[in-house]
């Protein structure tokens, strides 16, 4: 096993650093990045400190299953973020998700960070539990809860200016759309709204809107479906609101033998990892997932320390483009 000493040499700072740092020492002046390295030298050792005092319990609620949590690299990039600063603030995490949510008894939980999106039901339920609660993707009351968010309409016009800058004049969408967990209230997806508030704006014609979940499966369908429909007319770019439904629209093109880009560009949504490795390789708009993760932490740990007026944080985005578009 590892020893202080070990990591010390790795970090290239001293043993009473990395002794203080891990053992959460909060007199100790030293940089965020120093104590992350630290931290990422002794996970990879598998080294345990043998002292963590004063942990805060916090809970990580995710709104949907523990399967659909571990196939959707979105959320599973946003929970990277969380586990990861919570190391560095000392506290420890117990996760929840929606399959369990009632049933469990959230004891002993002194701050809590949702991700998704929740009903008035399950925000109560939240709030019975303790009042410092952060959400992550979604911002149910801005007045009363800190959250961290990405501004989809923005991501919308990012995309649609690119196209029309292009001079595509033929653009349509696939898009998905989810449900709150505990019931089957379907919510429009804030893209699906902003793309047709967008195309209302500029009076565009041949703007077809395709709807479904948001999975390569139904990228796929929505795909063939529009090929069908239109054939010859099919419009020269699609804007899909995420990678998972932009990678089934390149499959479904790919069968058709309609060359991407030359014939139609495809742009999607969040950049997962392997986005760049598609053929051809998926432009994209990046959220900075593992950030909004990271982001609500820290905003928890301003609840603990001093409870002011709830902030909503909405990150920036980045257009990726690579060969899927020109």
């Known amino acids: 096993m590892a020893t202080i000493k070990d990591i010390a040499k790795a970090a290239g700072v001293s043993t009473a650093t990395v002794s203080r740092v891990l053992n959460f020492d909060e007199t100790l002046s030293v940089s965020e990045e120093t104590k992350r390295k630290i931290f990422d030298i002794a996970d990879s050792f598998s080294y345990k400190s043998k002292k963590r005092s004063k942990e805060k319990k916090i809970a990580f609620v995710h709104w949907s299953t523990e399967q659909e949590a571990m196939n959707d690299l979105y959320y599973s990039s946003i929970r990277v973020g969380i586990e990861k600063r919570c190391r560095l603030q000392n506290m420890q995490v117990t996760k929840y998700f929606q399959s369990d949510f009632e049933k469990q008894a959230f004891e002993d939980i002194e701050g809590i960070i949702a991700v998704g999106k929740f009903s008035e039901l399950q925000i109560k339920k939240l709030e019975s539990i303790t009042s410092k609660i952060v959400f992550v993707d979604s911002s149910p009351n801005e007045e009363l809860f800190p959250s961290v968010v990405v501004n989809f309409e923005r991501v919308t016009t990012k995309v649609m200016n690119y196209f029309i800058d292009k001079g595509h004049k033929a653009i349509g969408y696939i898009g998905g759309r989810e449900k709150f967990k505990d019931q089957h209230v379907e919510f429009r997806d804030p893209r699906e709204i902003a793309f047709q508030n967008y195309i209302k704006e500029r009076s565009l014609t041949d703007t077809p809107m395709y709807i479904g ?75 900075h997932t593992e950030l909004m993760g990271e982001t609500s932490v820290d905003l928890l740990v301003e609840q603990f320390s001093d409870p002011a007026l709830p902030k909503q944080i909405v990150l920036p985005t980045t257009l990726k483009i690579r060969e899927s578009s020109f």
Do not use: W
């Open 213 to 287: 979940e948001f999975s390569v499966e139904d990228g796929y369908n929505l795909m063939k479906q529009a090929i069908n429909e239109y054939k010859e007319s099919l419009p020269t770019a699609f804007f899909a609101g995420n990678d998972s439904i932009a990678i089934g629209c390149l499959k479904a093109l790919h069968e058709a033998e309609i060359q991407v880009p030359n014939r139609v560009n495809i742009i999607g949504v969040n950049d997962i990892s392997f986005s760049k490795y598609t053929h051809p390789a998926l432009s994209t708009v990046k959220i």
